[in-house]
């Protein structure tokens, strides 16, 4: 029962923070432009400052070879993931337009505006390191695999030919990951952490990467309030959807860390809980502009990403408290 009210009280927080934003933008407190300034700001400046600094404060280098266990695991799950939802669109018979969306949408996490946030409040700055691990997977899985998938299932294009995905490095490599890639020779040569980390440095850094959860869940108040909660359809094709993304997701990870146990592979205790929770966070926050992009439903899309948004506060807690049993 205290795992299940701690749950509730870090979801609470997190749920007054994204209100802030719900009800700001309903008193036409910002114009049009601020949420897509305040989605720069997280992504280019405030995430990888917070990235750098999470990694200085808990990465040590012996941790590398734990970590590789997580980013196996995680590969394994998301593509087994991947092979479950297109089981279940070949048999339920999901239209074309739909059927790429509502596989990366099962698969694909909004690791940034809510995984982040999220775990940091749930298990603080330490587990950090472990979900970087699933952000990477994950954002190289959307941007590769997802997003040709996607473009293959364009109801515009001749399925036999078909339309070249041109996959664009920045996608591959966001500003975030430099956040990860830039920290590495500061934790694995202590003279640069030493000599260029000065204090003031250090302290800006922090300052900066603070504004990130703050920020991400007022920012998600906002998109929810201009998308409208009022305007989600659960037809069946979402309510599958919401099926593979909260439950058959973490389902899958949970079953291959227990595996791994079985057979001896160590890992800490927060790592499992981290990757389990980021196997249940919503869709990607970019589906419906990807469905844009590839003429697919974009409508679905947005309900996809409005409903996973909204429904989170629930799932979490229940996720929280079968992990403790």
Do not use: C
């Not at 299940?4 to 870090?10: A, L, N």
């Not at 309903?26 to 990888?48: E, T, Y």
């Not at 997580?70 to 479950?84: A, M, N, P």
């Not at 294009?157 to 975030?176: E, M, R, S, W």
């Amino acid at each position: 029962m205290g795992v299940f009210v701690t749950s509730i009280q870090s979801v609470l927080a997190i749920l007054i923070m994204i209100a802030v934003g719900y009800f700001t933008q309903g008193l036409n407190w910002f114009d049009d432009n601020f949420s897509g300034s305040i989605s720069k700001l997280i992504m280019k400046v405030a995430l990888p400052a917070s990235i750098f600094m999470a990694m200085m404060k808990f990465f040590k280098p012996d941790q590398l070879a734990k970590l590789s266990t997580g980013l196996i695991y995680t590969i394994i799950s998301i593509l087994v993931g991947y092979l479950v939802s297109w089981l279940e669109i070949k048999a339920f018979k999901v239209p074309r337009g739909r059927r790429g969306l509502m596989m990366t949408a099962i698969n694909g996490a909004n690791t940034v505006f809510i995984g982040m946030p999220l775990n940091v409040a749930l298990f603080g700055e330490i587990s950090v390191p472990y979900l970087l691990v699933y952000y990477i997977v994950n954002t190289v899985i959307i941007w590769t695999l997802g997003v040709w998938i996607i473009a293959a299932d364009d109801p515009t294009t001749n399925q036999k030919d078909g339309k070249k995905v041109k996959f664009d490095l920045n996608h591959l490599i966001p500003a975030p990951l430099w956040g990860f890639i830039v920290a590495l020779p500061f934790v694995y040569i202590p003279w640069l952490k030493t000599h260029l980390l000065v204090n003031f440095v250090s302290m800006t850094l922090t300052d900066v990467g603070g504004l990130v959860t703050p920020l991400s869940l007022i920012y998600i108040g906002i998109m929810l309030k201009k998308f409208g909660i009022s305007s989600i359809k659960f037809d069946f094709h979402l309510i599958l959807t919401l099926i593979g993304r909260f439950i058959i997701s973490p389902i899958i990870m949970a079953v291959i860390i227990f595996a791994g146990l079985k057979f001896g592979v160590q890992m800490n205790g927060m790592f499992q809980k981290t990757l389990i929770i980021q196997a249940a966070t919503p869709s990607l926050a970019v589906l419906p502009i990807l469905a844009s992009n590839y003429h697919g439903d974009v409508k679905f899309a947005t309900n996809v990403v409005v409903a996973t948004s909204v429904l989170f506060i629930v799932v979490v807690p229940v996720i929280m408290v079968l992990q403790s049993i």
